[in-house]
């Protein structure tokens, strides 16, 4: 049972560059999320999914897409990144709803040169 | 619109000392609470919640947190901290309990507490 996992674990991009962050559960969750988290800011939710088949913004969302592929994975995509999106970002999923236990993953170390 | 603010960006302490580190928040409905902790170079795991009921909650490490509707605070407290506490500690509120494209879940700050022997 790996819980969340996410690839890569690390990655150094060029300014306009594009890239997919992975992220899979193995616990049967419905809800999974993608936070970025920077110095002296906490989390802060790009993109969230509900359930299969429904995504919705989080309070970051610009410059962002994700696509929930089955129950298990979630994916985020830059397009064309900038150096603003150099962060950690995260992948998170609980059972259903708010109130329930959100699992991270480890992290991916992103920076953009 | 619900905040989180965690007033203390680092908190030293020595071993077996006490510890409070504090949570303040703002909704103008229902909110549930959640401590997560996040040891280096980690995701975030949770320590504690409070949905309802009694309002004090303790998490399986010795900490413990109690809501406290008037003054709006959730705040994390220990009475003895060891070395292995030494982490950053987010404070979290929602006001949605359903899963629906409604809510969110908003995180403070963070505080990062460390534990000198």
């Known amino acids: 049972n790996a819980g969340v996992t996410q690839t890569p674990k690390f990655q150094v991009l060029k300014t306009g560059q594009s890239m997919t962050l992975q992220c899979a559960q193995d616990m049967n969750h419905n809800s999974m999320y993608w936070y970025r988290q920077d110095p002296g800011m906490g989390l802060r939710l790009i993109y969230y999914s509900a359930s299969e088949g429904t995504t919705d913004k989080g309070e970051v969302p610009n410059g962002y897409n994700v696509s929930r592929l089955n129950k298990r994975e979630f994916s985020l995509r830059l397009e064309s990144a900038a150096p603003s999106q150099t962060s950690v970002y995260f992948c998170a999923s609980s059972l259903r709803g708010w109130t329930d236990t959100q699992y991270f993953g480890p992290g991916t170390r992103l920076t953009v040169l | 619109a619900q905040s989180v603010t965690q007033l203390d960006s680092q908190v030293p302490v020595f071993e077996e000392a006490p510890v409070e580190l504090r949570c303040n928040y703002s909704?103008?409905?229902?909110?549930?609470l959640f401590w997560y902790v996040q040891y280096p170079n980690q995701g975030l795991q949770l320590l504690l919640k409070y949905l309802s009921g009694s309002t004090l909650v303790e998490s399986i490490n010795g900490f413990e947190a109690e809501f406290n509707k008037s003054q709006t605070s959730f705040h994390l407290r220990k009475p003895s901290v060891h070395i292995s506490d030494t982490a950053e500690y987010f404070c979290?509120?929602?006001?949605?309990?359903?899963?629906?494209?409604?809510?969110?879940?908003?995180f403070g700050k963070g505080t990062k507490l460390s534990v000198k022997p």
């Open positions: 979290a509120v929602s006001d949605h309990w359903d899963g629906g494209s409604q809510g969110n879940l908003i």
């Open positions: 909704s103008s409905v229902s909110v549930y």
